[in-house]
């Protein structure tokens, strides 16, 4: 314990209940105490710290002033929930965030009963908090009961297309509900476009600050004998900037801007307006990033997601590289790509260093393209970009991408324009759990006419599945790789197209024949060298294509075997699938033939390695092998429990 901050007033707050009798300036001292915590516990664990430190006096201000958990708070995202996790009954675990069988790194309905609503995506906050209000007006939750509903959404995550639905919706419904809009000029990436804009400018300049008694509550709440003179500046500073006038339009109470780091002003404006809001009510408050640890202010995406690290120095502790990450690789052949062709151009919805395509950007700025947190419209956006001649690869995380289904259908696939679709993070991530999974994009691609869906089996792969991508016009395609490291095998100088819906044989064996599509191939090898041992040698080959199968190869291994198992990083309804319908459209299981796909299990599988994950899931080396003495009869012994 001995390397644990001196925490002297957290240490008495077990839960919010213990904040209320705490002073105004034991409050400002708690805040202290839980940025130290939060900086602590995150250097151990690793995880989202930046966003948390610029909500603590927040967080502290909310708990101490609303009754948790009768009053409903939802975090957006959720990034930012780690201080609400400590002052919420869970401090005694938050060294085991996003570890197996630890806390997750996000609210979780089921972790506590302070967390209301589960989040990881975006932008969901404000339509969950309306739904609470709403609920609690019906008489919702008789044996609990609903009191206030408040959402804390970022100004990244308020630029989405859905939170403007929410807000119009809660407008016209006129509902007691409270949005406080976390204003800290940076989400993943620096936010861009027009909102963002609008928001920076309500506080770029100086009058702000000579106007702080508009700050202090929304007109209407205040009491009479101050409500002149509050309207008074509140006036001025609408004519000077802004103001609120886009949140008034759509039927809210305007508060703002407030410091949000100023324990004062946090607790004087939600002291009011719990006493005295009779309906909608947007709070903005300023915030930065980051706050109060030196490093994350000072990093260019204000310590966002970070590994272990020294508190002290705030240097990370990452193990070395053994090979380069798929992200980089794809961000290398992009720009290598590019270089050539002039048409190619790249689109994200706020994950630019993420999805590597910072590095795109600092080569090819006017053909880069972050849309914000809109999945929706990039995928629109790239679906003009492409009837308009040009390349677009419309590059986003698997579940992210999910967000704008219904536009890869009917912007993209049904039109059958050249869409190339780059799908990072695919299969199962690690320590940020089922909601960042990406487990559904091939099922959820491969089905739809025109699409063309391709999944690297290493690094080199990837490389050409982009040269692939760029030189098919025929219509959408898209190529799946997963987060982290590739295997470390020797990179060719530039890729080379293949043929579409053509597969590879990797070693030819007998009896049983393993067709892989993704990266659990180098599992397949693994599994194979101990089968080789017990005298099975399998035939292995890699699919590369889910859509269009390779039909050739896969009659092919069905004709020649007693057993054909396929292998995936992804959910029922993908690969396999589809390959059970060629083999049972062909009649080819009337021959005998034994088939057992391998896919991920009917479940969302919590945070743990990604190890640790495809264990639970049943898709590594071992696995493998059990399967195929499983389907050849073959006596087996649980290696796992040897070891």
């Known amino acids: 314990m001995s390397d644990r901050p001196h925490t002297p007033v957290l240490d008495r707050v077990k839960t919010p209940d213990d904040m209320k009798g705490l002073s105004d300036r034991e409050l400002v001292a708690l805040a202290r105490d839980l940025r130290a915590e939060t900086i602590s516990a995150v250097s151990v664990t690793g995880?989202?710290?930046?966003?948390?430190?610029?909500?603590?006096?927040?967080?502290?201000?909310?708990?101490?002033?609303?009754?948790?958990?009768?009053?409903?708070?939802?975090?957006?995202?959720?990034?930012?929930?780690?201080?609400?996790?400590?002052?919420?009954?869970?401090?005694?675990?938050?060294?085991?965030?996003?570890?197996?069988?630890?806390?997750?790194?996000?609210?979780?309905?089921?972790?506590?009963?302070?967390?209301?609503?589960?989040?990881?995506?975006?932008?969901?906050?404000?339509?969950?908090?309306?739904?609470?209000?709403?609920?609690?007006?019906?008489?919702?939750?008789?044996?609990?009961?609903?009191?206030d509903a408040i959402a804390v959404i970022g100004d990244g995550a308020i630029s989405a297309g859905m939170a403007f639905e929410a807000l119009n919706n809660a407008g016209h419904l006129k509902k007691r509900l409270i949005v406080i809009l976390n204003d800290?000029?940076?989400?993943?990436?620096?936010?861009?476009?027009?909102?963002?804009?609008?928001?920076?400018?309500?506080?770029?300049?100086?009058?702000?600050?000579?106007?702080?008694?508009?700050?202090?509550?929304?007109?209407?709440?205040?009491?009479?004998?101050?409500?002149?003179?509050?309207?008074?500046?509140?006036?001025?500073?609408?004519?000077?900037?802004?103001?609120?006038?886009?949140?008034?339009?759509?039927?809210?109470?305007?508060?703002?801007?407030?410091?949000?780091?100023?324990?004062?002003?946090?607790?004087?404006?939600?002291?009011?307006?719990?006493?005295?809001?009779?309906?909608?009510?947007?709070?903005?408050?300023?915030?930065?990033?980051?706050?109060?640890?030196?490093?994350?202010?000072?990093?260019?995406?204000?310590?966002?997601?970070?590994?272990k690290f020294d508190v002290v120095s705030g240097a990370q502790k990452k193990a070395p590289s053994n090979a380069p990450t798929y992200t980089n690789v794809f961000a290398e052949t992009l720009i290598d790509e590019a270089e050539r062709d002039s048409r190619i151009v790249a689109v994200t919805a706020a994950m630019p260093s993420g999805t590597g395509l910072d590095k795109f950007a600092k080569r090819f700025a006017a053909r880069t393209f972050d849309v914000a947190i809109a999945e929706q419209h990039g995928v629109t956006f790239c679906a003009g970009l492409a009837a308009g001649g040009m390349k677009p690869f419309c590059t986003m995380y698997s579940t992210f991408l999910q967000r704008g289904y219904d536009q890869v259908v009917h912007d993209v696939a049904l039109q059958n324009l050249p869409v190339r679709f780059a799908i990072d993070r695919a299969g199962l991530v690690g320590a940020d759990g089922a909601t960042h999974a990406g487990a559904y994009d091939t099922a959820y691609l491969s089905n739809l006419p025109n699409m063309v869906v391709m999944a690297a089996a290493d690094e080199a792969e990837l490389r050409h599945m982009v040269a692939t991508a760029v030189a098919h016009d025929s219509g959408p395609i898209a190529f799946r790789f997963p987060r982290g490291e590739g295997v470390g095998v020797e990179l060719p100088e530039r890729g080379v197209p293949l043929e579409i819906g053509k597969g590879r044989i990797i070693a030819e064996g007998s009896r049983v024949a393993i067709l892989s599509f993704g990266t659990r191939l180098a599992e397949v090898r693994e599994a194979c060298e101990a089968l080789t041992a017990r005298g099975i040698t399998p035939t292995v080959a890699d699919a590369r294509f889910a859509k269009p199968l390779d039909r050739d190869l896969i009659l092919r291994l069905a004709a020649e075997h007693e057993a054909l198992i396929t292998i995936e990083e992804g959910a029922v309804g993908g690969f396999g699938s589809h390959v059970a319908q060629l083999l049972s459209e062909e009649g080819v299981f009337d021959t005998g033939l034994k088939f057992r796909?391998?896919?991920?299990?009917?479940?969302?599988?919590?945070?743990a390695s990604p190890r640790d994950m495809y264990d639970i899931a049943g898709l590594n080396a071992p696995d493998i092998e059990a399967k195929v003495l499983s389907v050849l009869g073959v006596a087996q012994i649980d290696r796992r429990a040897q070891s």
């Open 47 to 147: 995880g989202h710290l930046g966003a948390g430190l610029g909500v603590v006096e927040l967080t502290v201000a909310l708990h101490a002033v609303f009754d948790a958990p009768r009053d409903r708070i939802i975090w957006d995202v959720s990034h930012q929930c780690y201080p609400h996790k400590i002052l919420t009954g869970r401090r005694d675990r938050i060294r085991t965030l996003r570890m197996k069988d630890g806390l997750s790194g996000f609210t979780k309905r089921s972790e506590s009963p302070y967390d209301p609503f589960g989040a990881a995506h975006s932008s969901t906050s404000i339509s969950a908090a309306l739904g609470f209000a709403v609920a609690r007006d019906l008489g919702g939750a008789p044996e609990h009961g609903i009191g």
């Open 184 to 307: 800290n000029e940076m989400s993943i990436a620096p936010p861009t476009g027009a909102m963002s804009s609008y928001l920076n400018r309500l506080y770029a300049g100086a009058p702000f600050q000579e106007f702080k008694a508009a700050a202090k509550g929304a007109v209407s709440l205040l009491p009479p004998p101050f409500q002149e003179g509050a309207k008074r500046a509140k006036d001025i500073l609408k004519h000077m900037t802004i103001g609120g006038t886009l949140f008034e339009e759509l039927g809210f109470s305007y508060v703002g801007p407030i410091d949000g780091h100023d324990m004062e002003q946090l607790l004087s404006v939600l002291r009011t307006v719990k006493a005295r809001a009779d309906g909608p009510i947007l709070i903005h408050a300023i915030t930065k990033k980051g706050k109060g640890y030196a490093p994350a202010e000072g990093a260019a995406d204000k310590g966002h997601a970070t590994a």
């Open 597 to 607: 796909s391998m896919v991920l299990p009917d479940t969302f599988i919590d945070q």
